[in-house]
């Protein structure tokens, strides 16, 4: 029973936390995701088995970056969790497509959705992150997605063939939608709190292009 206590009390901390993080922005999406979070976050936490995998390091490095610039309270609310956090990576994406580099670089954990450790109907919220210097090659979905970064410099594109926009943490980004986009990761790991508010169980699709061995060779803004 104590365990479950201390679990409950941990997972509620950290969503609070991340609800706090995202008021300090009023851009688009921003309301859409704390409204599913205010909807679903006094569901009942649920036991998972938690689950570490490989990619989670570089979320230990974007933790100690976090706390180096300012964000010790946020990123100690994700340390107190991470015992409790199921990270997986997304795997619907054909290796050959996404890139093994990616692939093998990257992790999520679902806190509210309907594998999250509080359930919810057509809703996530979560954290994901990916290494150094990686492209998160272009694709789509119909989830409508935020991504609010607590690292950076980070480089994104919303249409095929354009130039990076390099971006500093704490800028999110909201796409509608099936709208297109890819983003990179600059000298330090990503790490983001995301949350998708509707269509969460279609599967997003790569969007092919020739220009992604260029931008992954791209040098990034420097970054402390």
Not at 23 to 52: I, L, M, Q, T
Request: aromatic residues 12%.
């Amino acid at each position: 029973m104590a365990v479950v206590q201390n679990l409950e009390q941990i997972i509620r901390t950290l969503i609070a936390a991340l609800d706090d993080y995202l008021g300090r922005f009023n851009g688009p999406g921003v309301a859409d995701v704390r409204a599913g979070v205010a909807r679903f976050r006094d569901g009942p936490v649920r036991e998972k088995a938690p689950n570490r995998i490989k990619a989670v390091d570089h979320v230990d490095t974007a933790l100690s970056w976090m706390t180096a610039h300012g964000e010790e309270a946020l990123a100690g609310a994700i340390r107190a969790a991470m015992p409790y956090l199921d990270w997986r990576a997304y795997d619907p994406y054909p290796r050959e497509i996404i890139g093994e580099t990616y692939a093998t670089n990257h992790c999520a954990t679902i806190l509210i959705g309907e594998y999250g450790l509080i359930q919810a109907e057509d809703f996530d919220l979560g954290l994901f992150g990916f290494g150094p210097n990686i492209l998160y090659r272009d694709h789509k979905h119909a989830a409508p997605e935020l991504y609010a970064p607590f690292t950076g410099p980070n480089g994104w594109r919303f249409k095929a063939g354009e130039a990076l926009d390099w971006r500093p943490a704490h800028q999110p980004v909201w796409n509608e939608a099936w709208a297109p986009h890819a983003f990179r990761s600059g000298n330090q790991p990503f790490l983001c709190v995301y949350g998708w508010t509707g269509n969460v169980s279609v599967p997003a699709e790569m969007i092919l292009c020739d220009d992604w061995s260029a931008l992954e060779a791209e040098t990034a803004p420097f970054s402390a």
